[in-house]
């Protein structure tokens, strides 16, 4: 399983971004993918969650303001994130589930810095 995670940069405050991550697999489906976080000293934090019924869930810090969506067919996701703020300046990871494998797959990080 490899998650290519790409879209970090850096933004002013109010600005916009878009996170994309893809999932190549083989033989086995994608239960759900997610967002995470995590800023310098602090610990990784969810961002966002999306399952193959394309329910979701976001942390209250981003609700509002963030929107993940999925491609089932592509294994792909992305991390809409509107009205950034400098707190959302973070390492963003994306991370998937998938049935059999368990929920232990990241891809590499990508940075998000929103000056003020």
């Known amino acids: 399983v490899q998650l290519q995670a790409s879209g970090g940069g850096l933004v002013q405050a109010g600005g916009s971004l878009r996170l994309s991550c893809a999932a190549s697999?083989?033989?086995?489906?994608?239960?759900?993918m997610a967002w995470y976080r995590q800023a310098p000293n602090k610990e990784r934090e969810l961002v966002a969650t999306?399952?193959?019924?394309?329910?979701?869930h976001y942390a209250d810090s981003v609700q509002g303001r963030f929107t993940i969506s999925r491609d089932n067919t592509k294994n792909t996701i992305w991390l809409q994130m509107n009205s950034l703020q400098p707190e959302d300046t973070a390492v963003y990871y994306c991370?998937?589930?998938?049935?059999?494998?368990?929920?232990?797959?990241w891809g590499q990080g990508t940075q998000v810095t929103v000056s003020s």
């Open positions: 697999i083989s033989g086995f489906s994608v239960k759900s």
């Open positions: 999306i399952n193959d019924n394309a329910a979701t």
């Open positions: 991370n998937a589930e998938i049935y059999g494998l368990g929920n232990n797959h």
